[in-house]
Nanobody
Framework: HVQLVESGGGSVQAGGSLRLSCTAS????????VAWYRQGAGNECSLVAR???????WYRNTVEGRFTISRDNAKNTLYLQMNSLKPEDTAVYYC??????????????????WGQGTQVTVS
């Protein structure tokens, strides 16, 4: 039974920081691509950052330089350090896992394994 449990969301003022965590179970975490997607006011899910099983990272251009994705395979945990937050970063952030994550804007909570989401609000 695959489980992805996010934590660390909340409300912060513009310019502030938050660190999201995602604890995974029920699958081979180290052999999986993992990623953070977000669903903003427009309801579309978009890829924020991805960490492949091979060790490569990818960031959408609007967060590159501000966000850092990392993973600890020994702890089956994925992280997203978010600095210099902006109001447009406000969204529900989802932890996602799959054999290969390639979609930039999938239908939310489809195709891959998704966590329940954590709200990030920047004012």
């Amino acid at each position: 039974h695959v489980q992805l449990v996010e934590s660390g969301g909340g409300s912060v003022q513009a310019g502030g920081s938050l660190r999201l965590s995602c604890t995974a179970s029920g699958f081979d975490f180290s052999d999986s691509d993992v990623a953070w997607y977000r669903q903003g006011a427009g309801n579309e899910c978009s890829l924020v950052a991805r960490f492949t099983s091979g060790g490569r990272t990818w960031y959408r251009n609007t967060v590159e330089g501000r966000f850092t994705i990392s993973r600890d395979n020994a702890k089956n945990t994925l992280y997203l350090q978010m600095n210099s937050l902006k109001p447009e970063d406000t969204a529900v952030y989802y932890c996602v896992a799959a054999d290969a994550i390639i979609l930039l804007s999938p239908t939310c909570r489809s195709k891959y394994y998704w966590g329940q989401g954590t709200q990030v609000t920047v004012s």
